[in-house]
């Protein structure tokens, strides 16, 4: 029983694992995330749970597909993330679960501001990070005006630039090394 257990427990981590690589991926390339990863995962995780857990696993997977949408859904109204990485957090929630969910989620944000300390370091810009929180801060204060719109403009011209790099982290990879290091600890 045990070895079954944690067969079930590894194939709940892999599968997300495999799947963020590939979103990953595209992310950096494209800087979007495929709707033809997001659900299929989603759904999957949704499956797998409910046939491993019953109604009890069921109810696991979406507690973590839950979490993993609500975390990222105040930086979607902002208009600082597009709605793939939020629909991968919620699919990759599916799969670990709310708890691990979570800790997903914690490694990437740490893992993307460091990414963006190094990028503004590299491109000599970190004099703008004061008024980077500005521009944050404000968008968090008029938060009323972003729930009315969907994806931000804002995020989509950043995306069609040429140099859309400086301006843009393609998030995916961020959940990807999110999902890496809670495999890595499991």
Not at 10 to 38: E, K, Y
Request: with cysteine; hydrophobic share 60%.
């Amino acid at each position: 029983m045990e070895n079954n257990e944690y067969y079930g427990m590894s194939i709940a981590f892999l599968v997300p694992l495999l799947v963020v690589l590939i979103a990953a991926g595209i992310d950096f390339r494209r800087f979007r995330v495929p709707n033809a990863l997001t659900f299929p995962l989603c759904f999957s995780g949704l499956l797998f749970h409910a046939w491993r857990g019953g109604l009890a696993g069921l109810q696991f997977s979406a507690g973590g597909m839950l979490v993993g949408f609500l975390v990222l859904l105040l930086f979607y109204v902002l208009g600082v993330m597009g709605a793939g990485d939020v629909k991968l957090m919620a699919a990759v929630g599916a799969w670990v679960g709310g708890i691990c969910a979570l800790h997903v989620f914690c490694v990437a944000g740490v893992a993307a501001g460091l990414c963006s300390l190094v990028v503004l370091a590299w491109q000599h810009r970190l004099r703008e990070i004061p008024a980077i929180a500005q521009v944050t801060w404000m968008q968090l204060l008029t938060l009323g005006h972003h729930i009315a719109g969907s994806e931000s403009a804002s995020l989509g011209a950043a995306v069609q630039r040429p140099d859309r790099r400086r301006f843009v982290l393609p998030f995916a990879v961020m959940i990807a090394i999110g999902v890496l290091a809670v495999v890595l600890v499991q």
